[in-house]
Nanobody, 126 residues
Framework: QVQVVESGGGVVQTGGSLRLSCTASGRTFSRNVMGWFRQAPGKEREFVAAIRWPGGYTYYADSVKGRFTATRDNAKNTQYLQMNSLTPEDTAMYYC???????????????????WGQGTQVTVSS
């Protein structure tokens, strides 16, 4: 079993920044990807970003490229999503998810991940 816990959401004004954190614990030895997804009310869950290790490869949705940065602290087994230049369109529940032995062609698919956090709300006011 793997437990995934994310934190760091909140309310911010347009143009502001937030940093989300996500930690996986438990049987994590085969884990190699942490993905970030978001879901706004009435919309499907969508891919935001992912980081794959070893190597620290990062992947981003076009809508966040250049504004969001995914990083990993190996010593803490913690992933971060730095979100800058936020807009109201970024308002959603954000989830991190842990994947095992994923390859680059699958990191954008939510079905590739088997453990999910509870979500953290990000609200951007105009």
């Amino acid at each position: 079993q793997v437990q995934v816990v994310e934190s760091g959401g909140g309310v911010v004004q347009t143009g502001g920044s937030l940093r989300l954190s996500c930690t996986a614990s438990g049987r994590t030895f085969s884990r190699n990807v942490m993905g970030w997804f978001r879901q706004a009310p009435g919309k499907e869950r969508e891919f935001v970003a992912a980081i794959r290790w070893p190597g620290g490869y990062t992947y981003y949705a076009d809508s966040v490229k250049g504004r969001f940065t995914a990083t990993r602290d190996n010593a803490k087994n913690t992933q971060y999503l730095q979100m800058n230049s936020l807009t109201p369109e970024d308002t959603a529940m954000y989830y991190c998810a842990s994947g095992s032995r994923l390859i680059s062609s699958t990191v954008r698919s939510p079905t590739a991940y088997d453990y999910w956090g509870q979500g953290t709300q990000v609200t951007v006011s105009s």
